[in-house]
């Protein structure tokens, strides 16, 4: 998984100095874990609206408290997300890999 950033609210860079909105672009690649991670994770959540809330709130909590640090966040959403990728069937071995690359 790689995740790009703009480097500047004015990126991309075409001489308008438009501000843009921001956002997060992931790259995954076929077939691997992260692509079965952020797509059944989807799916998951847009089925069970009571746990999409869950995952929210506890986005919007993670994010207050570790504003600076993506790290910390990115590890504090992990348990959460194996728990549903465990529920609704991957292996052992998949979601050790995923919980080593969120960690």
Known sequence: REAFKRISENEPLDGSNRHWQKHHL???TQGS??????LTLR???????TIAQQYGDLKKQLAARFSNDSDKYVTGKTDFIL???REVGFEQ???QRISSQNR
């Open 26 to 28: 992931y790259v995954c």
């Open 33 to 38: 874990d992260g692509l079965a991670n952020h």
């Open 43 to 49: 799916d998951y959540l847009r089925e069970n609206p």
């Open 83 to 85: 728990n549903i990728l």
């Open 93 to 95: 071995e998949t979601l």
